[in-house]
């Protein structure tokens, strides 16, 4: 694997023929779409905490407030994680995908980021849809 690029190297590829305000806007679309995907996923990993039946006590009741500000807090934490060096790795490789499409040499990050949402969310809504189990394999 050494004839892979490292990891890291936040940055778009020099060899492209982005201006260097192209290239911070472009950066800037790769972290924040980084932040949503990131956000996502852990909206996705609360999910498949179980929750006790209805009418059975818990230690601690879940009020609107609570999912309002667990949501905020998703929302900073996916910041954080996104904007560290190596995050997810998601970014560089929007970055490379992005600075480096053949045939183009303007790429609008704003575009492409609502694009990717959109792609995103259309997974999001098939993978949240309820699946049928039955018992013994049925």
Do not use: H
């Amino acid at each position: 694997m050494s004839g892979l690029p490292p990891i890291g190297g936040a940055g778009v590829p020099p060899s492209t023929a982005l201006s260097p305000q192209e290239s911070k806007r472009l950066q800037s679309a790769a972290t924040e779409f980084e932040a949503i995907f990131i956000k996502q996923m852990l909206g996705s990993m609360r999910k498949t905490i179980p929750k006790p039946p209805s009418g059975e006590p818990t230690l601690i009741r879940e009020s609107e407030g609570e999912k309002i500000f667990r949501d905020l807090l998703d929302g900073e934490y996916a910041k954080v994680m996104s904007q560290r060096k190596n995050g997810l790795g998601l970014k560089e490789g929007l970055l490379k995908y992005l600075a480096n499409r053949p045939g183009q040499t303007k790429t609008d990050p704003q575009t492409e980021v609502s694009r990717l949402q959109s792609q995103s969310n259309a997974l999001n809504a098939v993978s949240s849809m309820p699946t049928k189990t039955g018992v013994g394999g049925e």
